[in-house]
T-cell receptor
Framework: EPEVTQTPSHQVTQMGQEVILRCVPISNHLYFYWYRQILGQKVEFLVSFYNNEISEKSEIFDDQFSVERPDGSNFTLKIRSTKLEDSAMYFC????????????FGDGTRLSIL | TQLLEQSPQFLSIQEGENLTVYCNSSSVFSSLQWYRQEPGEGPVLLVTVVTGGEVKKLKRLTFQFGDARKDSSLHITAAQPGDTGLYLCAGARNTGKLIFGQGTTLQVKP
């Protein structure tokens, strides 16, 4: 069964450095998402992406964050000048069509900021 | 702020017992999805409910979407140790973004 893949599975970075988290969504899916989950807290929405542009973003998704779909398969989340509070699991998800259709999640990248 | 309240947060039961998990909101959702998440992995989709009043069954799991599409429940019949895990409900807004509940950690003891 097709799946969403994320790399790396674990990223350790010094505070202030830039990180890029990578995702390969399911190939025929059109809508792409990033979520994060801070340890012990809910999964929370960061951003949605459709037709090569951001369609919605949360308050968390400030100028420090950016997303890109550089080619036909990858979907990336860049975090500039990382902070300690950016430490979390970051999940990529994709969806084929209408909002009634389910989102499928990758296994996440654990980001640890030192 | 859109909230989806999931209860209970923790549930420990004996094998063979029945249980129900609830998700409640004051907001209407276009659909509601139930996921199961294992440690160190991403949420894995169990079911999507779309229509108010809809009931879906997945073996011993029964999912219901409220008539007003604001709430949902997951009922497990004759729970097995293999059902142990974290269950998440997530409501989809018209924009597509998911609002997650806090999760229910279920432990089924043999």
């Amino acid at each position: 069964e097709p799946e969403v893949t994320q790399t790396p599975s674990h990223q350790v970075t010094q505070m202030g450095q830039e990180v890029i988290l990578r995702c390969v969504p399911i190939s025929n899916h059109l809508y792409f998402y990033w979520y994060r989950q801070i340890l012990g807290q809910k999964v929370e929405f960061l951003v949605s992406f459709y037709n090569n542009e951001i369609s919605e973003k949360s308050e968390i998704f400030d100028d420090q964050f950016s997303v890109e779909r550089p080619d036909g398969s990858n979907f990336t989340l860049k975090i500039r000048s990382t902070k300690l509070e950016d430490s979390a699991m970051y999940f990529c998800a994709s969806r084929f069509g209408s909002s009634n259709q389910p989102q499928h999640f990758g296994d996440g990248t654990r980001l640890s900021i030192l | 702020t859109q909230l989806l309240e999931q209860s209970p947060q923790f549930l420990s039961i004996q094998e063979g017992e029945n249980l129900t998990v609830y998700c409640n909101s004051s907001s209407v959702f276009s659909s509601l999805q139930w996921y199961r998440q294992e440690p160190g992995e991403g949420p894995v989709l169990l079911v999507t409910v779309v229509t108010g009043g809809e009931v879906k069954k997945l073996k011993r799991l029964t999912f219901q979407f409220g008539d007003a599409r604001k709430d949902s429940s997951l009922h497990i019949t004759a729970a097995q140790p293999g059902d142990t895990g974290l269950y998440l409900c997530a409501g989809a807004r018209n924009t597509g973004k998911l609002i997650f509940g806090q999760g229910t950690t279920l432990q089924v003891k043999p």
